[in-house]
């Protein structure tokens, strides 16, 4: 069974930063695009960022481009989302995703097969 966990949600005030990890098991880590989304209450959930199996192309959502950075680490089967000047608006439940070989250009959540449980980030103002 593949398994995925996301870490390192918290409550931080607005303008700070957080760093969220991610680890996938139960498949070659390194083989595929790994995603971020995002779900706020009453909202859909929104595609925040993904990066290829190499880590060379990344893409981001306007709303996080400049403040967000995502990276991965494929010795240690992790993925990160390095969330700097952080917002109100940026409070959501945020997921990892295991995508397939590259990233859409989409972000669309229907080209992810393996999913998280979810991390809260709350942003107080």
């Known amino acids: 069974q593949v398994h995925v966990v996301e870490s390192g949600g918290g409550l931080v005030q607005e303008g700070g930063s957080l760093r969220l990890s991610c680890t996938a098991s139960?498949?070659?880590?390194?083989?595929?695009?790994m995603g971020w989304f995002r779900q706020a209450p009453g909202k859909e959930r929104e595609g925040v960022s993904c990066i290829s199996w190499s880590g060379i192309d990344l893409y981001y959502v306007d709303s996080v481009k400049g403040r967000f950075t995502t990276s991965r680490d494929n010795a240690r089967n992790t993925l990160y989302l390095q969330m700097n000047s952080l917002k109100p608006e940026d409070t959501a439940t945020y997921y990892c995703?295991?995508?397939?070989?590259?990233?859409?250009?989409?972000?669309?959540?229907?080209?992810?097969?393996?999913w998280g449980q979810g991390t809260q980030v709350t942003v107080s103002s």
């Open positions: 995703a295991v995508g397939y070989d590259t990233c859409p250009g989409s972000l669309s959540s229907a080209d992810f097969r393996y």
């Open positions: 139960g498949l070659p880590f390194s083989n595929y695009a």
